[in-house]
């Protein structure tokens, strides 16, 4: 069993970063894709960064340029390091960890999940 616990969301003006975390116990990391997906109220859920396990990466164009994902197989985290917030750019925040090695956009193609943690970008 994979658990994977998200952290460092919060409450930041428009303009400013935050990182975020994803641990994960349980089962080998390193040979899947890991990916960030986020869902704004009455949205779907949307990947928002994506990484193979090789460490070829994957971004939706909303945050191209901003946003960086990283990977730390020795420690199973996961990092997304966001820039240049935006008030669109709210929503909670889940890490996943794929069932492929490559990366895969739609959620279906992950198979364990964080509980989320909430970002919002006041204006």
């Known amino acids: 069993q994979v658990q994977l616990v998200e952290s460092g969301g919060g409450l930041v003006q428009a303009g400013a970063s935050l990182r975020l975390s994803c641990a994960a116990s349980?089962?080998?990391?390193?040979?899947?894709?890991l990916g960030w997906f986020r869902q704004a109220p009455g949205k779907e859920r949307e990947l928002v960064a994506g990484i193979s396990s090789g460490g070829s990466e994957h971004y939706a164009e909303s945050v191209k340029g901003r946003f960086t994902i990283s990977r730390d197989n020795a420690k199973n985290t996961i990092y997304l390091q966001m820039n240049s917030l935006k008030p669109e750019d709210t929503a909670v925040y889940y890490c996943?960890?794929?069932?492929?090695?490559?990366?895969?956009?739609?959620?279906?193609?992950?198979?364990?999940w964080g509980q989320g943690t909430q970002v919002t970008v006041s204006s």
């Open positions: 349980g089962r080998t990391f390193s040979s899947y894709a």
């Open positions: 996943a960890r794929g069932r492929f090695a490559l990366i895969y956009t739609r959620a279906s193609d992950y198979d364990y």
